[in-house]
């Protein structure tokens, strides 16, 4: 069987290594004549897989040891609300200011507003999102609990490539689209979270990473698993969370550590979004969306010089193994989401493809 190159934002490719693993030990999972999804939550077994990923994420991350790792209920998009029911009441004016660089901020900005005052610092709505505005440090509101980015926007393919500095008040950063995709320093963040389906693991919980100082706000009426310091307390296992996806993530872990880690990856990712960029910078019938300055290296959105040869350009690619790239429902064009998992062959079989179809239709 030939798999294909999945440009998709997520569910995301996930590598082939792991997927084999898994179907290797799926029936019988460390000689126990049972699947990892039939064991239970509190079993010594599965004891040992969330230990391994708390260590692997550690030292991947290299996350301080004053700083819990929690693996919380309902993706990313949960945690626009869990983060202000755990966090907005960390400052009695319960504000949080929000910088707008695409419409995952924006949700999460409006969704804070439900249990306090959103404050939208900037925006790059007046440009579609192609570009991440200047932000003043002495502009910030200093009775804000905390400040919300999005360190990679998914639809726009745009980053944040300096994190804003904010002093005392906590940053936080939804990491969803990226982490573990380039070195970051912890210390910089109150909070990051990320939904697993990128370079963690299958949809549908997300990794929060809080430093403990931060736990123990959360707002009387906050559900109890949707509050961090249950999590904290109970090692996410307040009730029986999703075991399966906490052991693919154990995986993807083992397998990003054998790759060289995150320093490693870095690398490789930054040369597989610069054969991407260079071919289209170097062309006058596909055209980059994001401003050069501030270009992700996981989501790659670009034009066609003529629209109208969109779906002609999406329907051959497809023919031709490259799933998934067309751009998000709400911007258009194309995106290739070519996160941890995509490999350098990918991203040069893209170009092959773009270059075969400039010249015919070009
Ligand atoms: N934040 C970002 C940056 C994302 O890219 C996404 C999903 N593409 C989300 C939030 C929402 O994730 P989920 O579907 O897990 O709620």
């Known amino acids: 069987m030939s798999r294909i190159f999945n440009f998709g934002a997520g569910p995301a490719m996930l590598p082939t290594a792991v997927m084999e693993k898994a179907q290797k030990e799926f029936l019988n999972y460390n000689d126990m004549g049972s699947s990892v999804i039939e064991i239970s939550h509190r079993s010594a077994e599965f004891d040992e897989i969330i230990n391994r990923c708390d260590s692997l994420l550690s030292e991947l991350a290299e996350i301080p040891p004053n700083y819990k790792i929690l693996y919380v209920h309902g993706g990313a998009q949960m945690q626009f609300s869990g983060v202000p029911l755990n966090l907005i009441n960390y400052k009695p004016a319960r504000k949080a200011t929000f910088m707008l660089t695409g419409n995952w901020a924006v949700k999460a900005s409006k969704e804070a507003s439900r249990y306090g005052t959103s404050i939208n610092a900037i925006s790059s709505e007046d440009a579609s999102f192609s570009y991440i505005p200047k932000w003043n440090p002495s502009d910030l509101d200093l009775e804000s609990s905390y400040v919300h980015i999005t360190s990679n926007n998914t639809l726009y393919g745009t980053r944040w490539h300096k994190f804003p500095e904010t002093g005392d008040i906590p940053l936080v950063a939804d990491m969803t689209s990226e982490f573990l995709s380039r070195k970051i320093d912890i210390n910089q963040f109150g909070i990051i979270f990320a939904g ?35 999590y904290e307390e109970q090692h996410s296992l307040a009730n029986t969370n999703n075991t399966f996806a906490i052991y693919m993530m154990s995986l993807v872990l083992e ?108």
């Open 196 to 230: 697993l389906q990128k370079n963690l693991g299958p949809a549908g919980l997300a990794l929060v990473i809080i430093r403990e100082d931060l736990l123990g706000h959360a707002l009387p009426e906050t559900p109890s698993l949707l509050n961090y310091k249950v």
């Open 255 to 362: 397998w990003l550590n054998e790759q060289g880690g995150v320093g490693k990856i870095e690398i490789e990712n930054s040369r597989k979004a610069a054969l991407l960029y260079d071919f289209i910078d170097n062309s006058d019938f596909y055209e980059g969306t994001a401003h050069p300055d501030h270009r992700s290296i996981m989501n790659v959105t670009f034009n066609l010089s003529e629209n109208e040869l969109l779906s002609d350009f999406l329907e051959q690619a497809r023919a031709a193994g490259l799933y998934a790239l067309k751009g998000h429902r709400a911007v258009g064009g194309v995106r290739a989401s070519i996160y941890n998992a995509m490999p350098y062959k990918g991203c040069e079989a893209l170009v092959d493809f773009m270059r075969e179809f400039e010249k015919d239709r070009g």
